[in-house]
């Protein structure tokens, strides 16, 4: 018996480059991508959510408005995937949003995460059933709601010996350690900034939306007095369960460390931002690999937009020679593709009211049916 299904992923991340949307197909436990895109906000939408993002006081009409606005943007990249490549909506299952993030606030005692992008505009505007709010289902269930994507690292990069590290470098980075166990959950939380510190610099002094291979970081030089006081966030030495986003890592932030330092020149400023993502992850990484500093290399992979970044990856290199640093491309997954297939795969669970066990990642009580259903 054929018992594929199809399943839609979508998300836009933290760096709001882009509304990443992907078809894939279940078959027996087998994932494989069949359908990508990558579309732009309308720009004016785009303005619109850094703004909310970097002051997050708007009125109810405002915020009702964007909601929505966010899901039409969402359903019409979805119609015009299918469109592209002659795909039926009747033929997916379902769609996995993830929404837009607009706010994470995971430690307060009144913890909350908001992502946006209206799901019954989703499933009206593409008349597909549509799951969405996972991660508010995790916070219910007394988690901080990220990070997810190990879960489906567990699903897709699991290996059965050694020690295999997944490296998620969006906006902000995770890792996740793949348990050697398949169907066991992964430790994985947030190390901090990836790319949105540097995106942000960039786009200041050279209005560019990312420094292309981190060509100007690369021109520049390791500040180290800037160096240790971004360091000494307080972030970085917690212990996890911990995520994070523009909430702590933003322009105010950066400011009040750069604070007095007149003389740095902004190409070393950008240095020392790589600096900080590189170092922050192979810290992370070096204090809780699993095997406690075992002899064998660590086999890194690394996905997200960070890994085109050619600075950014052999620094990592040179911070951690006892791995192998590579593109998830040479896993089977190019690095862009993996955060839009975790929805596309947690839907599939969603609406096979499958239980996951967030307990390692997230800090839940127990393992819950993620997300919310709108029927088409
Ligand atoms: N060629 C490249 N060189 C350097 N950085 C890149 C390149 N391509 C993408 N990026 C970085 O990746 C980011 C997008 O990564 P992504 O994984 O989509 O993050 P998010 O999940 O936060 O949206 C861009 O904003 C940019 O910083
Ligand atoms: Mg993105």
């Not at 995937?81 to 993830?98: N, V, W």
Request: proline share 5%.
């Amino acid at each position: 018996m054929d018992d594929v299904a199809y399943y839609i992923g979508i998300i836009s991340g933290t760096s709001m480059d882009g509304i990443d949307c992907v078809v894939v197909s279940l078959r027996n436990g087998h994932l494989d991508l069949l359908a990508t895109q990558s579309s732009k906000y309308p720009d004016e939408l785009r303005l619109k959510l850094f703004d909310v993002c970097a002051n997050p006081t708007l009125t109810l009409l405002e915020f009702g408005q964007l909601d929505i606005a966010v899901g039409k943007a969402f359903g019409n990249a979805i119609n015009h995937l299918l469109e592209t490549h002659k795909i039926r909506p009747e033929a997916i299952t379902a769609i996995g949003s993830h929404g837009q993030t607009v706010f994470h606030s995971p430690s307060s005692q009144d913890a909350f995460s908001l992502q946006i992008g209206d799901p019954n505009t989703i499933a009206h505007t593409t008349g597909i059933t549509t799951v969405a709010d996972f991660r508010q289902r995790d916070v219910a269930a007394g988690g901080q709601g990220a990070p997810l994507a190990p879960l489906f690292h567990q699903f897709y990069f699991y290996h059965p010996r050694g020690s295999r590290c997944v490296l998620n470098i969006g906006g902000i980075s995770n890792i996740t350690w793949i348990n050697t166990e398949e169907l066991s959950t992964p430790v994985g939380f947030d190390t901090g900034p990836g790319n949105a510190l540097m995106d942000l610099w960039v786009t200041q002094w050279l209005q560019l939306p990312y420094d292309a291979d981190g060509a100007w970081a690369a021109s520049g030089a390791v500040d180290k007095v800037l160096l240790d006081r971004l360091l000494a966030e307080d972030y970085f030495r917690r212990p996890a369960p911990k995520s994070t986003g523009r909430e702590l890592f933003n322009h105010k932030w950066l400011e009040e460390c750069l604070k007095g330092l007149h003389t740095i020149e902004p190409a070393d400023v950008q240095r020392t931002l790589l600096e900080l993502t590189a170092r922050t992850v192979a810290d992370a990484l070096l204090e809780t690999r699993p095997d406690n500093g075992g002899s064998t290399k660590v086999e890194l992979l690394v996905c997200g937009g960070g890994a085109y970044n050619k600075t950014l990856m052999c620094r990592l290199q040179e911070l951690l020679p006892d791995s192998r640093v590579s593109s998830t491309a040479s896993h089977g997954m190019p690095p862009d593709w993996i955060e839009a297939c975790t929805f596309a795969w947690l839907a599939s669970k969603t609406i096979n009211r499958e239980r996951v066990d967030t307990r390692l990642l997230t800090g839940s009580r127990e393992p819950v049916v993620l997300g919310g259903v709108y029927f088409s």
